[in-house]
């Protein structure tokens, strides 16, 4: 069976990297996705990563901090799970590169959209840290940015939670689990699938979005192959 999918994008949640710790990072769980990450990269799909912060800063912690500066600190959070997931990457023998939005070369390269198509097409798995390099903008906008620019076929969103519903499933026990989805109906229900600015570019250039739970064995191959997990939107 072939998959259904040439390049991905993975969108990973910081949270989701913490495990169960809640802040900062689970070995296990960056060995459990480099794993998962492999297992992709061996059927010869092309895969590019863009990872949250969320595990190390979430905003501002006071309403008299500045926003963009808070959304920058957030950018670096997102750099440090690049630099930790590359680490991992790596140690599964997993050839990785991490291009970062905002310059910093002694860490990372910066992002050049032609470099990183190349380095996908020569099967390096390419990380995208640093969010947009722009305050405002979301990581979840980040990964529908990149998809657009790399032309990806699929963001696959790689959550704490199975899928998208229709209110909190850890609040509300009784919340209902959609298993697709239109773009247009993201953004007029208010689902919290991603912000709106990621929605509408998803929505405006066709991108496919399936999200389903990271935490589960094998998510992330059952999602390149088009299984029914999760929920799709299209």
């Known amino acids: 069976m072939e998959p259904k999918y040439k390049r991905v994008i993975i969108k990973i949640s910081g949270e ?8 900062g990072l689970d070995e296990d769980m960056l060995n459990m996705v480099a794993q998962e990450v492999k297992k992709v990269h061996d059927l010869g799909v092309q895969v590019a990563v863009v990872v949250g ?3 190390f800063w979430r905003g501002r912690t006071s309403k008299s901090m500045d926003r963009a500066t808070a959304d920058y600190m957030g950018m670096l959070a997102t750099v440090i799970n690049s630099l930790a997931l590359q680490d991992a990457f790596e140690a599964n023998g997993i050839a990785t590169r991490v291009q970062t939005a905002i310059e910093m070369k002694e860490v990372a390269e910066p992002y050049i959209r ?7 097409n020569k099967d390096l798995v390419v990380i995208f840290g640093a969010g947009t390099g722009n305050p405002f903008f979301s990581t979840d906008t980040t990964a529908a940015l990149r998809a657009a620019e ?7 969103l790689a959550k704490k939670v ?8 850890e609040i509300n ?3 209902v689990k959609y298993d697709e989805l239109t773009h247009q109906e993201i953004l007029e229900k208010n689902l919290q699938v991603m912000d709106s600015t990621a929605a509408s570019i998803c929505r405006d250039n066709g991108i496919i979005i399936h999200v389903f739970s990271l935490s589960e064995k094998d998510n992330i191959v059952k999602a390149v192959y088009g299984e029914k997990i999760g929920t799709i939107v299209r």
């Open 16 to 23: 989701a990297l913490a495990g169960s710790r809640g802040f």
């Open 53 to 55: 912060g969320g595990n």
């Open 114 to 120: 032609r470099r990183a198509i190349s380095q996908l």
């Open 150 to 156: 790399i032309e990806a076929d699929v963001i696959l």
């Open 162 to 169: 199975d899928g998208v519903y229709d209110s909190d499933p």
């Open 173 to 175: 026990k009784d919340a």
